[in-house]
């Protein structure tokens, strides 16, 4: 047996190590970010991972309790930096198809540079790969990043030239419940926060009945998330003056994205900010959207992450549209890539971190509900012994 076999063994890894994948012999799992292996090659490798949620997450389209993820690591010459895909099943990519597209960065592009730098080449290579795969790109990107601030010993919020302290509160999302009982619990959980955000686009007595059961408890102020569950602009309309009266501040993606003139009729009447999510993916969406939003939501998984991510910021102020930042489910990894923006927006929705109970590392911290950047190199990673072998 190998040593690198009889490791696996002893640690009772056999079963994960068979999830991953690796281009050639790797040495054992580590959590040092300094490896002990120096080679100028970049060397890609991911793991499978399951993100376990701590509620059954229902918007208006779906219902699930698990999150398919991919954590990714990028070493070079001794160093190393994490990166994830993560997969919500309706934007239709998977573990396997994140394994197929890392599997060609790993042969066909990381090989032809020999340092990680040069971020914005190897992501013009990577992009080209494929029209889609976003959250794989993401994958690449993100752990090209941690790994150039682990490198260089600084966090990218410092790197870009950001303030901290203009980051703002992130908003706690209180998902959908049929329950009254659940509903209330979820409204106790989320106490801490001084911003909720809720999912709205079912019924107008499904939708009306979440904000009245939190307005029983709380004037906390809402962030509104329709995911385009409002077919009918004299609608949508009805339910942001509603909502305008409830202490609410903004409204994501209240109509189908397709129904462009339609949201445009919305924006011009609504007392509240209209925000693009489904309707914006990447940075070349952004000025076909000005007029017709307010405001775009950046997320890392639609848009192949950090690097994209600084150039719609840059986009969206020159354009005048407001920003917000966004996520999926996801592990502390991407939320804490994602967070080095948060200085540049006006809202943060990136509490998915805290609604996964397996998280598998130690990254951005809330505090008193705070996007709190510390001055820690890369992302400011610490993984969690035990979770993943990566
Ligand atoms: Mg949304």
Known sequence: MSDRRQFLKAAGLMTAAAAFWHPRNLF?????????????????????????????????GSSRTTTPIVISRITWN?????????????????QASVHEFLKKVAENVLPKFDNPFRIEDIMVEVDKLATNNTAAKAAVDIALHDLVGNIIGQPWWKIWGF??????????????????????????????TKILKVKLGMTEKEDKRMINLIRAKTNTVICIDANQGWKDKHYALDMVN???????????????KLLIEETAWLTERSPLPIIADEACQRLTDIPNLKGVY?????????????????????????????????????TSVAISAAAQIAPKVEWADLDGNYLIANDCFDGMKLVDGRITLEDKPGLGLTKKPGIISL
Request: contains cysteine; glycine residues 6%.
């Open 28 to 60: 054992a799992a580590n959590t040092a970010k300094k490896t002990k292996v120096a080679t100028n090659k970049l060397d890609l490798q991911w793991e499978n991972f399951m993100g376990k949620m701590k509620y059954t997450f229902t918007i208006s």
């Open 78 to 94: 001794g160093y190393a930096g994490y990166g994830e895909a993560a997969m919500p099943p309706y934007l239709g990519e998977t």
């Open 163 to 192: 303030n901290p302290e203009d980051a703002p509160h992130t908003c706690y999302t209180i998902g959908y419940d049929a329950s009254d009982d659940v509903v209330n619990e979820k409204i106790e959980e989320a106490s801490w």
């Open 242 to 256: 509603w909502l305008a009266e409830r202490n609410v501040n903004m409204i994501e993606q209240p109509m189908p």
């Open 294 to 330: 307010h405001g775009i939501n950046i997320k890392l998984m639609k848009c192949t992450g950090m690097r994209e991510a600084r150039e719609m910021v840059s986009l969206a102020n020159a354009l005048h549209m407001k920003i917000m930042v966004g996520c999926m489910t996801e």
